[in-house]
């Protein structure tokens, strides 16, 4: 069963990672086991160091283009690497058309997320769970990863909710102090996860509501006109994004 979903799986990754994004995508092994509301966690106290269940949300200047845009629910971190998914990243692609087994099973009609750009061939899965599942990690509260198929047999067979059940293609990866590294390059934002976050319904607006909290974008202006220096002791001129927020006068 295993070994004929993979290649299902394999002979229809293309359509689907193409609404994705264009490029060449390391191939490794999954790892084991404007108007929009303030998303819930951003007011509270900032987080220093990375941790399961914790979002890791790309600045405006994110450099890798894998990842701009992204907010990512980290499942793990330790001295080994760090793992996590995109959440959101939906395509149009249902589950039961990537394994036609699911078809009869899938009441629900489960749409595929783009989980990252590592182990494309693979499927993995956050759920909902009041009971611990042994074939699953816990993340944090009720909020469990897996990706064992015959966990997600079952729980496709509790006909799950969208609310409490999404599959994604892919996973994001780190090696040993990767992400520490990126985080000292201040690529990513840090904030505890919400789990209603993950499981909202349009995911498309996730990252801007985020990111025009985290980083609110002020007019660029320059005060090298006499009648505005007349108001500060020396000319200020402000010439990028990052003086702008860190200038004293915003």
């Known amino acids: 069963m295993q070994g004929s979903l993979v290649m299902k799986i394999r002979s229809k990754l293309y359509l689907i990672l193409t609404t994705f994004f264009c490029g060449t995508i390391p191939a490794v092994s999954l790892l084991a086991a404007d108007d929009c509301p303030t998303p819930v966690g951003l ?3 900032i987080e220093s160091q990375p941790a399961a269940g914790m979002f890791l949300i790309a600045r405006r200047d994110m450099p890798d283009p894998r990842f701009r845009k992204t907010v990512i629910l980290l499942a793990a971190h330790d001295d080994g690497g760090s793992l996590g998914l995109i959440i959101n990243r939906a395509s149009a692609a249902k ?6 087994e699911y078809k009869e099973l899938d009441k629900q009609g489960h749409r595929i997320y783009f989980g990252g750009p590592v182990g494309i061939q693979q499927l993995k899965f956050l759920v909902r769970s009041n009971d611990p599942l042994d074939t699953a990690v816990h993340i944090m509260d009720d909020l469990y990863i897996s990706g064992n198929h015959l966990t997600l047999e079952q729980m496709l067979s509790l006909d799950k909710s969208d ?3 999404r599959v994604y293609l892919g996973y994001a990866g780190w090696g040993p102090l990767q992400l520490d590294g990126e985080l000292d390059r201040r690529d990513w934002h840090l904030r505890k996860a919400d789990i209603e ?3 909202t319904e349009n995911t498309d ?3 801007q509501r985020f990111i025009d909290v985290l980083e609110p974008k002020g007019q660029l202006v320059e005060f090298n006109k006499p009648e505005m220096n007349a108001h ?6 402000i010439t990028s994004y990052d003086s702008v927020r860190n200038s004293a006068y915003f």
């Not at 589950?95 to 036609?100: E, N």
């Not at 500060?232 to 001129?237: E, I, L, R, S, Y």
Request: charged share 20%; no cysteine.
């Open 43 to 45: 007011h509270e106290k």
């Open 163 to 165: 609310n409490e059940l």
């Open 205 to 207: 607006y996730i990252w």
């Open 95 to 100: 589950l039961s058309s990537l394994v036609p």
């Open 197 to 199: 976050e993950v499981f």
């Open 232 to 237: 500060f002791k020396q000319p200020v001129t």
